[in-house]
């Protein structure tokens, strides 16, 4: 909600306390003099929707609550929002599908699939890339679509909106999964441990060294949480922790 204020106490031009406001219009003008004090307020045209006009007579001040506007971005957006609902994704993911999705309305791509199919896609890619376990029967079951649908739509969106996938560094999880805790201080100290730690899956490793970092600076945090922020399960984490060997 937008609210517009426009003092109405009195006429700039003449000082004529007369000011009133035409509707048809959307002027807000003096009586006395003819002077129109603010044109063209945008709300009161009919089309975009009024909420309410508030006249205070104490300070003479109109105050006239709008409805916020939609951009036409938003407006396009909006079945995405609905789409992404239907699926709980973590928050960091999320963002970067959203992010995806306002780029496949710019390129005009939702002219080629279904909002809905591009949305399933995108999740995919993102959770892929993130290596966050989403598994193509759950987007399947939540968006409709199939397997084949969702790995060509996967393909041609990787390809207009340039995903490389697997590109993800451990360092770039440390910073992601350290700030999704809220332990950003840890990320540092966990960036050094990398080349201490033996692990070759890329999130993984970086969930062990954040792990060891906390230990090493005496900042308490779950596994489970840990784990969860970097998607992958407690037992793994739990495995790998037990399984590295420090230098
Ligand atoms: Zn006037």
Not at 110 to 124: E, F, G, Q, W
Request: hydrophobic share 40%; glycine share 4%; charged share 30%.
């Amino acid at each position: 909600m937008k609210v517009l204020i426009i003092d109405a106490s009195k006429c700039p031009e003449c000082g004529s306390k007369h000011i009133r406001f035409n509707s048809k219009t959307a002027e807000l003008f003096c009586e006395t003099c003819g002077y129109v004090i603010q044109e063209e307020i945008p709300v009161i045209d009919a089309k975009y929707g009024v909420s309410k006009v508030y006249v205070n007579p104490k300070e003479k001040k109109i105050a006239i609550v709008v409805k916020m506007l939609k951009t036409n971005m938003e407006r396009k957006m909006t079945p995405f929002y609905a789409e992404l609902k239907k699926i709980r994704l973590p928050g960091y993911i999320e963002a970067e599908v959203i992010i995806l999705c306002k780029e496949c309305v710019n390129k005009k791509l939702t002219m080629s699939y279904p909002k809905r199919k591009l949305l399933a896609a995108l999740i995919y890619l993102v959770s892929k890339r993130e290596g966050v376990p989403i598994t193509i029967r759950d987007l399947e079951k939540h968006f409709d679509i199939d397997k084949w649908d969702l790995l060509k739509i996967a393909k041609f969106l990787a390809k207009k909106l340039g995903i490389r996938l697997n590109n993800t560094s451990a360092e770039s999880y440390i910073i992601r999964i350290s700030s999704e805790i809220g332990k950003e201080k840890l990320a540092h100290e966990a960036i050094k441990m990398l080349k201490c730690v033996k692990l070759s899956h890329p999130l993984i490793k970086a969930a062990v060294c954040i792990w060891i970092a906390s230990k090493k600076m005496g900042v308490k945090i779950k596994k489970s949480e840990l784990a969860k922020a970097a998607g992958i399960s407690e037992l793994t984490l739990r495995r790998n922790i037990k399984k590295v060997s420090l230098c």
